[in-house]
């Protein structure tokens, strides 16, 4: 079967992306799209949700299981359909937007198309299926979030996608990332660089070699950075004491938080607090 919704397109035109149409298909096993082209500027993602399908590249036949995915841009021919066998059922989203390609960064290049494997897979869909239910809902007080909902799957996949296709280095660069954004994440918890290395699968060693190579910092050094960040939000948030504020965001000594946080900034916590804080 096939279902899809059409969405009314905004007159305001600085949006960077926004969906033209989303639909699912299943229960359709001859689906076939061959050498099919859209416009300029336009793209489409398809999320594999059960079943077996493949894509065809220039070089090579793939194929795609639940938890998988691929991008089109509009200017690459796409050749893709469902296993007969195991028929797929995926939904899909049309989108367009001048603003997308620098967004969406190499994985709009032209040629073929970028593959992914996706993870958490529920929380990604129960975004597509909101997208899908507000598309049926023709109200243009919506536009702002039908085109917030469009980025945020984007930004999903751009985040904690990974690529089916790629290299060894890219691979690495990937996991990186995700471990920064990890560190980010979870910057007041006690983390060392062996936790951190145990977690990544490689070497403490080697983890701190290439954390240092794709972020620009070593991991500790990152870490205290995220922690001064925190701190920072909460020096002006909150009236809470420096020595607490040190305690509640990682550090172990208050003396130590301030010295770093002093070195990064130029100024004392407290100066910091009395600089920046909201007139009473």
Known sequence: MYESRFLAQPSFDRLPGYPIAIGRIFDEPSHLIKGKRYPFHTYNFHFIVKGRGWLKTSTEMLILESGTGFLYSGDQAQNYGSDPDDPWEVWWIYFS???????????????????????????????????????????????????????????????????LRTSKKRSMEQLIKSMAEYIRLNCSKRLTLSYLAEQSGISSFYFSRMFHEYIGLPPLEYLNLQRIELAKQMLLATSKPVKLIALEVGFSQSSYFIERFRLLQGVTPAVFREQYKYPD
């Open 97 to 163: 937007g001048k603003g997308m390609r620098e967004i969406l960064g190499d994985k709009a290049l032209d040629g073929d198309a970028w593959l992914f494997l996706y993870k958490d897979n529920e929380p990604l869909l129960a975004i597509i299926q909101e997208l899908w239910e507000l598309s049926g809902i023709q109200d243009s007080l919506l536009i702002p979030k039908l085109a917030a909902l469009l980025y945020e799957i984007t930004l999903h996949l751009l985040l904690y996608g990974s690529s």
